[in-house]
């Protein structure tokens, strides 16, 4: 028999493609029954090529969603698409997080501030320096970069394989942020206090460069946006070399509030027992 709650409330998705591994269902879905609310969120894979007729059926109401979440490939189209994209979707010029209010698509960018309230919850006071070193200059490093930014940082250094990348974001982002080459990565350490790791290296066990944490300021923090595995070669680098990590799973959870509070109307809170949930996920996939 099918839940009351999936009935009666409102209906929100993550949809992307492939999504069949996203645990975006895990979170919500422990917010829905520990706040008591009726409603459901679920994984709804959308292929790019029939994307456009998925957001028009969210537009006119028939496909029986109020809003959701959107992730790789169509976070760009999806701003696209958007009536109403605000300030932050803008720039990043990609949207992860939609809504209907009054008869309009809305769409924002929720990464950045994930990122943020990570590091706040994990590691306060990581934003007192005034230099960052974001490695890595793929898509994911836009979102990044912009939070970074606009909590303050004055040097932004952007390193990467193909400088040409950095540039752009360089370009985009503003005179805070400065592009360089693999090459120049220990020179522009040098005091730092946040090192970031956009890239994938290190992903599912995958090897990651040796690198020097010597050069960063003595309580700069080292931090990673990839959370499979946990704790990353990258991370466990910089532990073993005596610096402070925050892992990237506080990310992933703390991007997902506004999209609940939006869709479901209560805040909700990232607790100890919704991080263990998905660490136990983790576990077993």
Known sequence: ???????????AFVTGFPIRHSRSPLIHGYWLKTLGLPGSYRAHEVAPDVFPDFIASLKDGSSGFIGGNVTIPHKELAFRLADKPDDLAHELGASNTLWLEDGLLHATNTDGRGFTAN???????WDRHDT??????????????????DRGFKEIHVVNRTVERARELADRFGPRVRAHPVGALAEVMHGAGLFINTTSLGMDGEAAP???FAPLAADAVVTD???????TPILRQAEQQGRPIVDGLGMLLHQAVPGFEKWFGKRPVVDAALRALIVADMEVH
Request: proline content about 7%.
């Open 1 to 11: 028999m099918d839940d009351s709650r999936e009935t009666l409330g409102p209906n």
């Open 119 to 125: 590091l706040d919850e994990r590691h306060p006071g």
């Open 132 to 149: 960052a070193v974001v490695f890595g200059a793929g898509g994911a490093s836009r979102a990044i970069i912009q939070a970074v930014r």
């Open 210 to 212: 040796l690198i020097d």
């Open 225 to 231: 946006i990839v959370y499979v595995p946990l704790k």
